[in-house]
């Protein structure tokens, strides 16, 4: 399916409300493939996003599901007592920090009842009867990894292809288990250095994200053995994204660095940098996603005061080199760059 597209550009799927039906059904529409990000909605709002995506495009889409993780019970008081007084800057109290599965199995049915056409995993891989579920249903499932050995498991549980993650990427690092130690959570692979090292583990076609926000970026992966280009912060400044205005402005800026951080959420993820992330990344514990409830009423209130630095601000290394226009805008930029940067290489060599 994915590796069908006349056009191997992919918007990454983004929680918490930028991706959106529009952006998917534009990247779709215009030959590339959209995808629908899960994390944190309800099954029933994400019944609603499907069903918008299919008015808006006949063309095939995708949906990724966020895997929980096992429960731990962590003591939570000291980080509590920070993000209150963090929130109460903004007239906010910190959230209840507890821990959730993120309606794993609900979402689950509904995209085998919607037979979903291609279903994406974050987080770890599915369950083998899930897996095998999702191919009786004629979906392609895909699974995302950061390391040679979560793609030998993925590929052991009978996934159809590999999203290979690199660590420029924004957002969170897709480690199947946290370590709680390292910046990222396990061992930290570029993006190139990355599918090197699973393509020669597993034989399974290889989506790449990571940084990725040029078509030479894109030209670059498909000569290193991707089938497809994932982006994500490339996608995040279009003019269909959901990605609040706040945001749009930081990133616009481009005078921040981007660092791994599990102050926001509790698990590693690569952001701008902030106060909130300067002041409080050495003491957060690996709690997601106990830290993400924990500090979301401090993230939405600072969003809707207009600050950026209690927000969590993800975005990949490359973000200042994101252009702002529409979803299939983008996709005719990278598609005639990619072929530019190919030609030019095939002249130097």
Not at 69 to 95: F, H, I, N, P, Q
Not at 127 to 156: F, N, Q, Y
Not at 184 to 200: D, E, N
Not at 234 to 263: D, H, K, P, S, Y
């Amino acid at each position: 399916m994915i590796a069908e597209r006349a056009v191997p550009v992919i918007a990454a799927p983004m929680a918490g409300g930028i991706s959106t039906p529009e952006l998917a059904a534009a990247v779709s529409s215009a030959g590339g493939f959209g995808f629908l990000a899960a994390g944190y909605l309800t099954e029933e709002a994400l019944g609603v996003q499907i069903a918008r995506t299919r008015e808006l495009t006949d063309e095939p889409f995708g949906v990724n599901l966020f895997v929980p993780g096992e429960r731990r019970d962590v003591d939570l008081d000291a980080y509590r007592a920070a993000v209150d007084e963090e929130a109460g800057r903004y007239g906010a109290r910190a959230g209840t920090g507890h821990w959730d599965d993120d309606l794993y199995q609900a979402k689950v049915e509904l995209v085998l009842q919607q037979r979903v056409p291609v279903v994406s995993f974050t987080f770890g891989a599915p369950e083998k009867s899930t897996l095998d579920r999702l191919h009786e249903a004629g979906a392609e499932v895909a699974v995302t990894v950061t390391t040679p050995r979560e793609a030998r498991i993925a590929a052991d549980l009978g996934a159809d292809l590999l999203c290979v993650q690199g660590f420029e990427a924004g957002g969170h690092r897709a480690t199947f288990e946290d370590d709680g130690r390292s910046p990222g959570g396990g061992p930290l692979y570029g993006l190139l250095a990355a599918l090197r090292t699973v393509s020669a583990e597993v034989d399974l076609p290889l989506v790449a994200t990571g940084g990725l926000v040029h078509g030479a970026d894109v030209a670059a992966v498909l000569s290193a053995g991707a089938v497809a280009a994932q982006l994500g912060t490339a996608f995040l400044v279009c003019e269909e994204a959901g990605t609040q205005t706040t945001q749009r402005m930081a990133i616009a800026a481009g005078n921040r660095e981007t660092a791994l951080t599990r102050a926001f959420s509790g698990r590693p993820a690569r952001g701008l940098v902030n106060r909130f992330l300067t002041e409080h990344s050495d003491d957060a514990p690996a709690a997601y996603p106990q830290l993400h409830n924990l500090t979301k009423p401090m993230r939405g209130a600072a969003g809707k005061a207009g600050d950026p630095e209690a927000m969590s601000l993800w975005a990949g290394q490359t973000y200042a080199q994101a252009r702002p226009t529409t979803a299939s805008e983008l996709v005719r930029l990278l598609t005639e760059e990619a072929r530019e940067a190919l030609d030019s290489a095939r002249r130097r060599l």
